[in-house]
């Protein structure tokens, strides 16, 4: 199975500021299709997690440009500008690539 | 607006079985791969089980493989996962989850605790 390892396991940011989010996994992420099939999730407080970034660097419909994605193989990173109050909660990344589907272990946001 | 709303949770013994349900719409329903994702209480997510547009492939990590049973009825837009044989371990919140080639959009979970 593919261990997804995110880090930090919880991140204070202040208002406006920048933070990034690493996500490890343990086998590249390449398929043989030669996507790269790794998302990031946002889980809100009291919500269901939704769908921030797809393969890799690509936003969801609705997803601010202040979310951005990157990496490869098996490094990732999410990075979140400009930070506003309704960025707080867990982010999750996860893989698609193969089964069975994994997810990383969250990083809580909180605002300082 | 896609809209997925699972029901049929509860309170149910260790041993029992318990099936739920995920009625969607806002969508083609038969287009898509749907999933199952589940999160123990203050814990991570966990996939479950995944289906085929048909139905004719199905798809589960060991923890449940031989104990769930994930089937859908694309004439009544909705997804169904069957647990049987449920253990304490299976107490969480169960996310029905449509897939593309991620997950994009979740219901808002129901609740299943497994407790005597």
């Known amino acids: 199975d593919v261990v997804m390892t995110q880090t930090p396991v919880s991140l204070s940011v202040s208002l406006g500021g920048q933070v990034s989010i690493s996500c490890r996994s343990s086998?590249?992420?390449?398929?043989?299709?030669?996507?790269?099939?790794l998302s990031w999730y946002l889980q809100k407080p009291g919500q269901s997690p939704q769908l921030l970034i797809y393969?890799?660097?690509n936003r969801f419909s609705g997803i601010s440009d202040r979310f951005s994605g990157s990496g490869s193989g098996t490094d990732f990173t999410l990075k979140i500008s400009r930070v506003e109050p309704d960025d707080l909660g867990v982010y999750y990344c996860?893989?698609?690539?193969?089964?069975?589907?994994?997810f990383g272990s969250g990083t809580k946001l909180e605002i300082k | 607006e896609v809209q997925l709303v699972e029901s049929g949770g509860g309170l149910v013994q260790p041993g029992r079985s318990l099936k739920l349900s995920c009625a969607a719409s806002?969508?083609?329903?038969?287009?898509?791969?749907m999933a199952w994702v589940r999160q123990a209480p203050k814990k991570g997510l966990e996939w479950v089980a995944t289906?085929?547009?048909?139905?004719?492939?199905?798809y589960y990590p060991d923890s449940v493989k031989g104990r769930f049973t994930i089937s859908r009825d694309n004439a009544k837009s909705s997804l169904y996962l069957q647990m049987n044989s449920l253990k304490s371990e299976d107490t969480a919140t169960y996310y029905c989850?449509?897939?593309?080639?991620?997950?994009?959009?979740w219901g808002q979970g129901v609740m299943v605790t497994v407790s005597s």
């Open positions: 989850a449509r897939l593309t080639t991620v997950a994009d959009y």
């Open positions: 806002g969508f083609t329903f038969s287009n898509y791969y």
């Open positions: 289906i085929s547009t048909s139905g004719s492939r199905t």
């Open positions: 086998q590249s992420l390449v398929h043989n299709n030669g996507n790269t099939y």
């Open positions: 393969k890799v660097s």
């Open positions: 996860g893989q698609g690539t193969q089964y069975p589907l994994t």
